[in-house]
């Protein structure tokens, strides 16, 4: 369970790497990975449980990549129990949890 924990930190953290190095410059202040609880696609959000019980509610705007290896993927497109990575920005009031990027890590939580 430990070396689950640290793969996942690990792969947040090497998500964050990548984007600031790969010109997809994004604000990102928060990173949570984990498994993804609730989609809404009319609402823009998706809810994603960390494994440190962190986590919660994120929008999804148009400017949000969302991947799946080297796939893009839409918003509809991801199934709750599919672990990800996602990035974020809080804003400047700290109040909102915008999503800036989703990496599926792992579908075989379906």
Same mark, same amino acid.
């Not at 990975?33 to 919660?56: F, L, P």
């Not at 809080?90 to 792992?106: C, F, M, N, P, Q």
């Given at each position: #369970?430990?070396?689950?924990?640290?793969?996942?930190?690990?792969? !947040? !953290? $090497?998500?964050? $790497? $990548?984007? !600031?190095?790969?010109?997809?410059?994004? !604000?990102?202040?928060?990173?949570? &990975?984990?498994? /993804?609880?609730?989609? +809404? &696609?009319?609402?823009?959000?998706?809810?994603?449980?960390?494994?440190?019980?962190?986590?919660?509610? *994120? +929008?999804?705007?148009? +400017?949000?990549?969302? #991947?799946?290896?080297?796939?893009? $993927?839409?918003?509809?497109?991801?199934?709750?129990?599919?672990?990800?990575?996602?990035?974020?920005?809080?804003?400047?009031?700290?109040?909102?949890?915008?999503?800036? *990027? /989703?990496?599926?890590? +792992? &579908?075989?939580?379906?």
């Amino acid at each position: #369970m430990l070396r689950t924990r640290f793969a996942w930190i690990a792969g !947040a !953290a $090497l998500v964050a $790497l $990548l984007l !600031a190095t790969s010109g997809h410059a994004q !604000a990102v202040n928060f990173a949570v &990975t984990g498994k /993804i609880t609730a989609i +809404d &696609t009319a609402k823009k959000t998706i809810s994603v449980k960390g494994a440190n019980d962190d986590g919660g509610t *994120y +929008d999804v705007t148009s +400017d949000t990549s969302i #991947m799946l290896e080297k796939k893009k $993927l839409a918003l509809g497109d991801l199934k709750v129990g599919w672990h990800v990575v996602l990035n974020g920005d809080s804003g400047l009031s700290g109040k909102t949890k915008r999503a800036t *990027y /989703i990496e599926v890590v +792992d &579908t075989s939580g379906q």
